[in-house]
């Protein structure tokens, strides 16, 4: 098996060679390789599914072992100074390498329709190759320094994959704001390494530590979208789909909990900075189900999912869960990338009725009524939405149930928050659900109107067409409703003024079978993957695959790990979160299903809007909620006033500064010397007599100063 690791670092460098012959395809000869694109695809897929296989080979033999096989090269520049790249494969790299072969390859087959009327088709397989390759680059680095390099490749292919659609002002500006935000990050996690470096060679080594592993927890920070540098991840969604779904999945989030995990012995030894992992957890937890609750945009709404989700694996690595950590990854991925790929099929269905246009056809205030004309996607999509709610036997049950378990033995408190937020992610995702499936197609429905009351807020918020410039207030007193032209009524409740369905319309399509089979594979990993972890033993039946291949495996909580619970404890703490997650289910239900699809739920709604006839505080509390939801939590609108503004109002007194003090003083020295010079020149006449005259006059008054000054 040694044999084999010896070619373990061709891993990273297999996807290149599509990036590079591309590149010199279109320059040398562009006609045919645009004419052979379909071949780049193949090819794409292939070279990733070799790199997948050969992951697998790797992992095998460490379930049981845990073996850890270390290559590195050193080039020694002097005697005090050496540079040293390698390789390094251990269960961590061998879980990440599978993940992100398995969800690329998904990706990269589902891409091949859905971008093949797209005229950057070639461009886009280059950047997915490379991104690929720079990210299992980054999972097999062996020192901070190579994890550095491939970092900045990670971050410079998201620059590159989120602007795709570069001619799009949102889309441009949207990826310059992930590289920036990044780029905070990135800093953090060059001083760090800097500051480790540094650390070797000092006596007072405690407080270099500390700075050491504060630092690079900022780089994880921005990588995996946790708060405060959280703003580029909802923006990242103007890129094609395929690519936020390796983004939230596989590649650009999970590299900042990968770093997390590898420095995991490092972190250990600091409590203070683990206290600060998982409060920073906490808040990204409860900040992201409640941004995801108000967006009308299916994609925007699942990326404030996705950061939720991950304050979930950085909750669980601040309490020192690596196991629990890791394990919500693995199916936190397959999960959103199941959702991701299956919004992408809603939008390519969409797209034939209302157009090309992201604020249409991702808007999910026309979609409604998919189930009969999108089926596959639609179950597809409901097997990843009770996934991410918890409902065992799926997947995120598992991880997600162990996560909150640990939680109450860390601190009540938190656990009663992440509890609270794992009914939330249940109601936002139904939320979208029923909203995206259930009813009518909402693009035809015309004129619907109805006196809203307290019940009905929340359906009447979903079609508000709010200004999207206009400011955000958070004690706004706006009035929403579902049309200019809503008429004072007193009953019914609700009304259905014109529903014309004798017309002919265009309805979606379900899509071609190539982005439908990587939906089947996906579900499949849903509906499986969370059989590795499953955390008990009973009757000599060993199931935690997950503990035989992380082991040994550090767990601060659980000090006798191996000790796994029997079916009356696991059922126990499940039945809590399971029922938490039920209720958010029904309450979306009871506030989302679309009435005017049901007309027997009429008669509940208006037995229980006769029974609170005013709700006038409710409605308050309601409004607060949404527009904190609808406007991102003011925090973009912090971020603008006071580092947008504040960084350009300093640039403009810079350049201020630059133009008129700097350029001031040189324009003066060289306006100085030019009327020197003009008054110097009419000195001279042009005669060699007078030159020597003032020559020699000149000499004569110095020997006389200083004859007179000797005496």
Not at 358 to 364: I, L, Y
Not at 505 to 511: A, C, D, G, H, R
Not at 622 to 647: C, H, M, P, Q
Request: aromatic residues 16%; positive net charge.
């Amino acid at each position: 098996m040694e044999h084999t690791y010896q070619y373990a670092w061709i891993i990273p460098f297999l996807p290149l060679p599509i990036p590079m012959l591309l590149g010199v395809g279109l320059l040398l000869f562009p006609t045919a390789t645009k004419n052979l694109r379909r071949m780049w695809s193949f090819t794409s897929v292939l070279l990733l599914s070799i790199v997948m296989t050969f992951s697998v080979n790797l992992s095998i033999p460490q379930i049981n072992s845990s073996s850890i096989y270390q290559y590195v090269w050193s080039w020694t520049i002097n005697n005090d100074f050496s540079l040293e790249f390698g390789y390094l494969i251990d269960p961590l790299t061998s879980i990440m390498s599978i993940l992100i072969t398995t969800v690329g390859i998904m990706v990269l087959i589902y891409s091949d329709n859905y971008m093949s009327h797209d005229q950057g088709y070639l461009r886009f397989f280059a950047y997915m190759s490379f991104f690929n390759a720079s990210m299992l680059g980054l999972v097999t680095s062996s020192n901070l320094i190579q994890i550095y390099i491939f970092w900045e490749l990670v971050g410079m292919c998201s620059y590159l994959l989120i602007g795709f659609w570069f001619t799009r002002p949102i889309a441009a500006n949207a990826c310059q704001k992930a590289f920036v935000t990044n780029r905070v990050g990135d800093f953090g996690l060059l001083l760090g390494i800097w500051v480790f470096i540094g650390s070797q060679v000092v006596s007072n080594f405690g407080i270099f530590v500390s700075l050491c592993v504060l630092f690079l927890f900022v780089g994880a920070v921005a990588k995996s979208a946790q708060f405060p540098l959280h703003v580029w991840l909802p923006d990242a969604m103007e890129g094609p789909t395929p690519i936020s779904a390796l983004i939230h999945a596989a590649t650009m989030v999970a590299a900042g909990i990968f770093l997390l995990a590898r420095l995991f012995p490092l972190f250990i030894v600091i409590p203070y900075i683990m206290s600060l992992i998982s409060l920073i957890g906490i808040i990204t937890i409860l900040l992201g189900a409640t941004l995801a609750l108000a967006q009308k945009d299916i994609k925007r709404s699942l990326a404030y999912s996705t950061m939720s989700q991950l304050g979930y694996t950085m909750l669980a690595l601040g309490m020192g869960s690596y196991r629990a950590a890791l394990f919500h990854l693995i199916t936190h991925a397959y999960s959103k990338a199941l959702l991701f790929l299956g919004s992408g099929s809603i939008i390519h269905s969409m797209e034939a009725i209302v157009g090309y246009s992201p604020d249409k056809s991702q808007n999910m205030v026309l979609m409604g009524g998919l189930t009969k004309h999108v089926p596959i996607t639609k179950n597809t999509f409901l097997l990843g939405t009770l996934s991410l709610c918890g409902i065992p036997p799926l997947a995120c049950f598992w991880s997600k149930d162990e996560i909150l378990n640990d939680s109450w033995l860390y601190s009540p408190i938190f656990a009663i928050i992440a509890c609270l937020t794992a009914g939330l992610t249940a109601f936002y995702m139904f939320r979208i659900y029923l909203l995206t499936f259930e009813g009518y197609l909402n693009v035809h429905c015309k004129n619907y109107s109805g006196k809203k009351s307290s019940l009905m807020r929340l359906l009447t918020l979903l079609t508000t067409d709010n200004n999207e410039n206009a400011k955000a207030s958070f004690f706004s007193k706006k009035v929403y409703r579902l049309d200019a032209n809503v008429r004072k009524m007193t009953r019914p409740l609700i009304t259905i003024n014109q529903f014309d369905n004798k017309n002919t319309f265009l309805y979606p399509q379900e899509s071609d079978n190539t982005m439908l089979f990587p939906l089947f594979v996906l579900a499949l990993f849903t509906l499986f993957v969370g059989a590795i972890g499953i955390p008990f033993n009973q009757e000599r039946v060993y199931f935690d695959i997950l503990s035989k291949w992380l082991n040994p495996a550090t767990n601060l909580l659980h000090k006798n790990f191996n000790n796994h619970g029997d079916w009356y404890e696991f059922f126990r703490n499940a039945i809590f979160s399971v029922s938490i997650s039920y209720f958010g289910i029904f309450l979306a239900s009871l506030l989302y299903n679309p009435v005017y699809s049901s007309l027997k739920d009429l008669d509940l709604i208006n037995s229980l809007a006769k029974k609170v006839p005013k709700r006038t505080f409710w409605d308050k509390i309601i409004n607060k909620v949404y527009n904190w939801s609808y406007n991102r939590g003011y925090i973009d609108a912090f971020y603008e006033t006071s580092l947008t503004k504040g960084i350009r109002r300093l640039a403009e007194l810079t350049h201020f500064f630059d133009e008129r003090v700097i350029e001031g003083i040189t324009n003066g020295v060289g306006v100085m010397s030019f009327f020197v010079g003009e008054s110097i020149k009419y000195v001279g006449g042009g005669r060699i007599s007078s030159y020597l005259f003032l020559y020699l006059s000149s000499v004569s008054i110095l020997l006389l100063i200083s004859y007179f000054l000797n005496q």
